[in-house]
């Protein structure tokens, strides 16, 4: 999308604004001459993420915006409030804000701890009502207020809560904020609109989450940033109470080219959707399994002692460095034909792969239908396919259960 300008001048306040979409949406409204006030916690460097507010704010300014880094934490009223109070003084007043930073934990509720549970409430409903109660003061006066919420349609699909309903709860009230912010402040003409990816996007935070192959079906963080800037462009009262979806808003701007967005552009008919979108479970599937969705779907169960093998397999896999690059225990609870109780210990000596409980404590416990669980293994199935779909639940350490992908990838070759 081209910049037209119409930022310029403009002063846009934007939490998580140091890396990732914050950080895109800050640098297309920097190209038409706005203000942007990045407001994150990262003031320095990150051991796994890239990025801080300083970095941010010097491709902000070299990107033809001004910028003012400011250390925030959403959770922190006075930090909030500080940085709201400078922004007003470098810059005279807000006229945009977008509420981008978030938590998450994709966990099931015997599986989400009060303290992952606390700070995702804390970060996305309460700190999304937090920014937004301490900028409406200066919204009201500018004559072209926006807040963008970074969250998704109001789909009460009961799929979309069961297997992460901690998460979805939080997320939700980011939306919730829209829906009743819009109606609230609609007489002082402050539009209050949320935008949420079609697909996985993928960034530093979502490579940490899934593994740096997640980028394979993935659009850029890009698409985002326009949709939000083809928005923000608005006039505020032609366009409040809306959940926008980020392709339909570049459609509807005149942009139908989406393969300049996909990470992989030969990817792009295969590419994951995002969560809570109108999109039936088994579809998921056909946008990131590899092969046909049909094949996948009338693909008979695995035969007898096809499970039994897939672990044979894997012990012959085992060696020093794979067990030093995941360093975590697995247990695997297969269901179905082939049901049974497997474990892999990837974290002790040179590894050990047998039958029944792990006879270490597992850090994460996988639980699958031998049918699916033969065609992930064998690369046919995405896991964050499975995941997502509810074909694959997993209670523990999420991140250290990705770390199998790279498992799967040896395998592949060999089944």
């Not at 946008?287 to 046909?292: C, I, K, L, T, V």
């Amino acid at each position: 999308m081209k910049n037209t300008g119409k930022l310029a001048g403009r002063t846009i306040f934007i939490t998580g604004a140091s890396r990732g979409i914050g950080k895109a949406i800050a640098l297309k409204a920097a190209q038409d001459g706005a203000n942007i006030v990045v407001a994150a916690k990262t003031a320095e460097p990150h051991p796994k993420l890239p990025g801080t507010i300083y970095t941010a704010a010097a491709e902000i300014e070299a990107a033809g915006g001004k910028a003012l880094p400011c250390v925030v934490d959403v959770r922190d009223e006075n930090a909030v409030r500080t940085a709201v109070k400078n922004a007003v003084e470098k810059f005279g007043g807000i006229d945009i804000l977008v509420n981008n930073a978030s938590a998450i934990s994709l966990t099931p509720t015997e599986q989400t701890d009060m303290k992952r549970y606390d700070l995702m409430h804390n970060i996305n409903t309460r700190g999304t009502f937090l920014v937004s109660k301490e900028c409406i003061p200066y919204l009201k006066k500018s004559n072209h207020a926006h807040i963008l919420n970074i969250s998704p349609p109001l789909n009460l699909n009961p799929h979309w809560f069961s297997n992460h309903v901690a998460y979805t709860m939080a997320k939700y009230g980011m939306s919730m904020c829209v829906l009743g912010m819009a109606q609230e402040f609609k007489k002082d003409n402050i539009a209050v609109n949320a935008l949420w990816p079609r697909t996985a996007i993928y960034t530093a935070a979502m490579e940490m989450l899934t593994g740096k192959e997640s980028d394979q079906f993935s659009r850029k963080p890009e698409i985002m940033s326009d949709a939000a800037y083809a928005v923000l462009c608005k006039e505020p009262k032609n366009c409040t109470g809306n959940f926008l979806i980020d392709d339909e808003v570049l459609q509807a701007a005149g942009i139908t080219d989406m393969k300049q967005y996909a990470c992989v552009p030969e990817n792009v008919d295969k590419l994951m959707p995002d969560f809570f979108l109108d999109v039936a479970p088994e579809k998921l599937v056909e946008f990131a399994a590899e092969g046909s969705h049909a094949a996948s779907l009338k693909k008979a169960a695995a035969p007898a002692g096809k499970i039994e093998g897939l672990f044979q397999k894997i012990e012959s896999l085992l060696s020093d460095e794979i067990v030093k690059k995941t360093g975590a225990v697995f247990e695997f609870n297969v269901k179905g034909e082939e049901a049974g109780l497997w474990f892999a210990d990837l974290k002790n000596g040179t590894g050990k792969v047998g039958k029944g409980k792990s006879p270490v404590t597992a850090d994460a416990t996988l639980t699958m239908d031998s049918k699916h669980f033969f065609d992930m293994f064998s690369g046919k199935l995405k896991p964050a396919s499975a995941f997502m779909t509810g074909k694959l639940k997993i209670s523990g350490d999420l991140q250290k259960a990705m770390k199998l992908e790279k498992l799967m990838g040896g395998l592949k070759s060999k089944l």
